[in-house]
């Protein structure tokens, strides 16, 4: 089984609707939690982390964390052109010393 | 501005030939990653480094090296044992070892083979 699972996409969304992002993890003792935004040919930018069940919002972004489900997702509310990109969900390791990275999910924005 | 610097943005190796990626962060962090991306595939740890003088293997060390002389830089050497070089490297420093830091990532060097 993959540690940290992503359906590679692409996503597509018209512009102004919500975009769901999912995540699953393999690590049950996992406990932190990022989301990572990668424009074609940019270095990944973190855009959300989330430590604890529930949601955390910041501005358009929403991740939701589920640790009994192993899962964890971004939901990005009136979405723009801008937005498209490659989302890596990345999960902090058992060890602590580094992240586990999903390969990611493509979103495209339609006008 | 407080940042992670990658040099040079693009690399290109020669057969034999030992290529070193600079990595260089003014934001005090103590540990420092190296990790690869390869075209459609998540990023892949090469090295790690805790603190200054001590560094560990990631999942793909095999024809990589590292030093961390110094706090602020931790080099990445692609020697000749590395026979599939070709990708997107990044360079990644977070506070301390702590699982509830987030890393923050260069802009990356893209090495090619001549």
């Known amino acids: 089984q993959k540690e940290v699972e992503q359906n590679s996409g692409p996503l597509s969304v018209p512009e102004g609707a919500i975009a769901s992002l999912n995540c699953t993890y393999s690590d049950r003792v996992s406990q932190s939690f990022f989301w990572y935004r990668q424009y074609s040919g940019k270095s990944p930018e973190l855009i959300m982390s989330?430590?604890?069940?529930g949601d955390k919002e910041d501005g358009r972004f929403t991740a939701q964390l589920n640790k009994a489900s192993q899962y964890v997702s971004l939901l990005i509310r009136d979405s723009q052109p801008s937005d498209s990109a490659t989302y890596l969900c990345?999960?902090?390791?058992?060890?602590?010393?580094?992240?586990?990275f999903g390969k990611g999910t493509s979103l495209l924005v339609t006008p | 501005d407080g940042g992670i610097t990658q040099s040079p943005k693009y690399l290109f190796r020669k057969e034999g030939q030992n290529v070193t990626l600079s990595c260089e962060q003014n934001?005090?962090?103590?540990?420092m990653y190296w990790y690869r991306q390869d075209p459609g595939q998540g990023l892949r740890l090469i090295y790690y480094s805790q603190i200054v003088n001590d560094f560990q293997k990631g999942d793909i060390a095999e024809g990589y090296s590292v030093s961390r002389e110094k706090k602020e830089s931790f080099p990445l050497t692609v020697t000749s044992a590395q026979k599939n070089p070709t990708a997107f490297y990044l360079c990644?420093?977070?506070?301390?070892?702590?699982?509830?830091?987030?890393?923050?990532f260069g802009d990356g060097t893209r090495l090619s083979i001549l």
């Open positions: 990345a999960v902090i390791r058992n060890s602590g010393y580094a992240l586990n």
């Open positions: 934001l005090n962090h103590d540990a």
């Open positions: 990644a420093s977070s506070i301390g070892f702590n699982s509830n830091q987030p890393q923050h």
């Open positions: 989330i430590y604890s069940n």
